[in-house]
């Protein structure tokens, strides 16, 4: 019964910025951790960010460089992704997820899944 849909993709050149936002169904909706990820053509699935829903606790992937940061508003039911200093290799699909495990560790470890913003960046 939870749906999430992604929304703030699009073209940026290199050094931009964007803001991405999430936005879940249901007012009961309470997962215990909400993560963004990212496809780019011929790659894997890879984590982005991660954020307990609860306490407000964030993960970074390393590859990230402190240029993302993840928040949320609980009483709306949203999470967002600020992204800066774009990159041409952040180029993607970026969709965002939620999970009922208490300390996800793979993407299987997710219930629940958007459909995908598009981020280009390019030079």
């Known amino acids: 019964q939870v749906q999430l849909v992604e929304s703030g993709g699009g073209l940026v050149q290199a050094g931009g910025s964007l803001r991405l936002s999430c936005a879940a169904s249901g007012r009961t909706f309470r997962p215990y951790v909400m993560g963004w990820f990212r496809q780019a053509p011929g790659k894997e699935r890879e984590v982005v960010s991660a954020i307990t829903w609860g306490t407000g606790n964030t993960y970074y992937a390393d590859s990230m460089k402190g240029r993302f940061t993840i928040s949320r508003d609980n009483a709306k039911n949203m999470v967002y992704l600020e992204m800066i200093s774009l990159k041409p290799e952040d180029t993607a699909v970026y969709y965002c997820?939620?999970?009922?495990?208490?300390?996800?560790?793979?993407?299987?470890?997710?219930?629940?899944w958007g459909q995908g913003t598009q981020v280009t960046v390019s030079s």
């Open positions: 997820a939620a999970s009922n495990v208490w300390i996800p560790s793979h993407p299987k470890d997710y219930d629940y």
